[in-house]
T-cell receptor, first 113, second 110 residues
Framework: SQTIHQWPATLVQPVGSPLSLECTVE??????LYWYRQAAGRGLQLLFY??????ISSEVPQNLSASRPQDRQFILSSKKLLLSDSGFYLC????????????FGQGTRLTVV | GQNIDQPTEMTATEGAIVQINCTYQ??????LFWYQQHAGEAPTFLSY????GLEEKGRFSSFLSRSKGYSYLLLKELQMKDSASYLC???????????FGGGTRVLVKP
């Protein structure tokens, strides 16, 4: 069966520090991968999605970047965090194809102080 | 572009029925998904519609009208554990991109 791992679960970082959140998927090949951010009490904002190694699409201009160095690994990064980067970050994967739902990792709650 | 709208909050009584509406505008429509999210947790998949009509899964049903850009999620026989946010999401054919609405927080009262 497929599983998705996302870490860390919580993170407190000072303004101006770097960020690296990692997500890995097991039990499937060539998945679509997504990074979302959720502000408190709000919906999910799509940040990045990837259909293959090295292929990253950015949805909104921001202080973050994403990379996919391996088929089942998706990394969210920042060189210098801003206060506004605080939020709940969720990684997700889906199979290719039409009627394929996305499966989410457990999320990382990031607080920038 | 993509626009997905759903009500912010709804309140209902245990045992009752609640209908959560979702309207969307998108190009290259490739299906509509409903997710449930409890506070502080990741969303979990509830249902998927790509053709017009009603899909039923136990106490939960989802309806889609592609011509109207409209869907609803129907929750029957509400239980306290159904208190959660319900997220409507639309998938576009290009890149299999899945975009979410703002979510509807449902509060079930005894």
């Amino acid at each position: 069966s497929q599983t998705i791992h996302q870490w860390p679960a919580t993170l407190v970082q000072p303004v101006g520090s770097p960020l690296s959140l990692e997500c890995t998927v097991e039990g499937t090949s060539n998945p679509n991968l997504y990074w979302y951010r959720q502000a408190a009490g709000r919906g999910l904002q799509l940040l990045f999605y990837s259909v293959g190694i090295g292929q990253i699409s950015s949805e909104v201009p921001q202080n973050l970047s994403a990379s996919r160095p391996q088929d089942r690994q998706f990394i969210l990064s920042s060189k210098k965090l801003l206060l506004s980067d605080s939020g709940f970050y969720l990684c997700a994967w889906s199979l290719r194809g039409l009627n394929t739902e996305a499966f989410f990792g457990q999320g990382t709650r990031l607080t920038v102080v | 572009g993509q626009n997905i709208d759903q009500p912010t909050e709804m309140t209902a009584t245990e045992g009752a029925i609640v209908q959560i509406n979702c309207t969307y505008q998108t190009s290259g429509f490739n299906g509509l998904f409903w997710y449930q999210q409890h506070a502080g947790e990741a969303p979990t998949f509830l249902s998927y519609n790509v053709l017009d009509g009603l899909e039923e899964k136990g106490r939960f049903s989802s309806f889609l009208s592609r011509s109207k850009g409209y869907s609803y999620l129907l929750l029957k026989e509400l239980q306290m554990k159904d208190s959660a946010s319900y997220l409507c999401a639309v998938k576009r054919a290009a890149g299999n991109k899945l975009t979410f609405g703002g979510g509807t927080r449902v509060l079930v009262k005894p």
